[in-house]
């Protein structure tokens, strides 16, 4: 656990808001997970969210592999199938990127249907365990990231973006979400834009999150 920590603080970025500051209690490890890492747990998302598909879809996806040899020039982006193999909501055309998870803390009445005012062109579910017996080594990637919780009772979503997606301006519900919200970053860089709903001077920091970063929010 000592090892943890130390390595934890030495990943912690510098990224500063239009004041200078960091918002009060958020974190960001920008390379918290390596390239094995972050393989194996995009690896596992996927076939998570992919379970959910209907039978053509599953159909075009078995398809696509079996028609088309899949460039590893990208460690996280071969990963990835063209968006008509996956169903999105308000789906563009172009070829899909990212993908995170959130876990945050469990409330039994988070909606069902949160993203929707708020999210374009995405696949997502809620996560009820993460199949460790079928992923060699994704325990102990998952108990790294375990050790991050505030709390033990948690809940988790993935979320997938097609390459038109977006998460559009929202202030969090925190009587949905709970009082922290851990997230990881998998596939290509999107960019968080925080801003303050309630300061009089205007407080926003930008920060890029590559793919096996992750940022807590408090």
């Given at each position: 656990?000592?090892?943890?920590?130390?390595?934890?603080?030495?990943l912690?970025?510098n990224?500063?808001?239009?004041n200078?500051?960091?918002?009060?209690?958020?974190?960001?490890?920008?390379?918290?997970?390596?390239?094995?890492?972050?393989?194996?747990?995009?690896?596992?998302?996927?076939?998570?969210?992919?379970?959910?598909?209907?039978?053509?879809?599953?159909?075009?996806?078995?398809?696509?592999?079996?028609?088309?040899?899949?460039s590893?020039s990208?460690?996280?982006?071969?990963l990835?199938l063209p968006?008509?193999?996956?169903?999105?909501?308000?789906?563009?055309?172009?070829?899909?990127t990212?993908?995170?998870?959130?876990?945050?803390?469990?409330?039994?009445?988070?909606?069902?249907g949160?993203?929707?005012n708020?999210?374009?062109d995405?696949?997502?579910?809620?996560?009820?365990s993460?199949?460790?017996?079928?992923?060699?080594?994704?325990t102990?990637v998952?108990?790294?990231l375990?050790?991050l919780?505030?709390?033990?009772?948690?809940q988790?979503?993935?979320?997938?973006?097609?390459?038109?997606g977006e998460?559009?301006?929202?202030?969090?519900?925190?009587?949905?979400?709970g009082k922290w919200?851990?997230g990881v970053?998998?596939?290509?860089?999107?960019?968080?834009?925080?801003e303050s709903?309630?300061?009089?001077?205007?407080e926003?920091f930008d920060?890029p999150?590559?793919?096996?970063s992750?940022y807590l929010?408090?």
């Amino acid at each position: 656990m000592a090892h943890l920590s130390k390595r934890f603080a030495t990943l912690t970025s510098n990224v500063r808001s239009s004041n200078g500051l960091l918002p009060d209690g958020f974190t960001f490890f920008p390379r918290f997970f390596d390239t094995h890492e972050r393989q194996l747990l995009l690896t596992a998302a996927l076939s998570q969210l992919d379970a959910t598909e209907n039978i053509r879809v599953r159909r075009l996806q078995i398809d696509y592999r079996a028609r088309n040899t899949i460039s590893d020039s990208d460690p996280d982006e071969h990963l990835f199938l063209p968006d008509c193999c996956y169903s999105f909501h308000e789906v563009g055309t172009q070829s899909t990127t990212p993908l995170c998870f959130q876990v945050s803390t469990d409330h039994s009445n988070f909606p069902k249907g949160h993203y929707d005012n708020v999210i374009r062109d995405y696949r997502e579910m809620r996560l009820t365990s993460w199949p460790e017996s079928e992923f060699r080594g994704l325990t102990p990637v998952l108990d790294r990231l375990r050790a991050l919780y505030p709390s033990k009772n948690t809940q988790t979503h993935l979320l997938h973006l097609a390459s038109s997606g977006e998460i559009l301006p929202h202030i969090d519900n925190i009587s949905a979400s709970g009082k922290w919200i851990l997230g990881v970053s998998l596939g290509s860089t999107r960019i968080l834009r925080m801003e303050s709903p309630t300061s009089a001077v205007s407080e926003r920091f930008d920060i890029p999150l590559p793919s096996g970063s992750v940022y807590l929010q408090r």
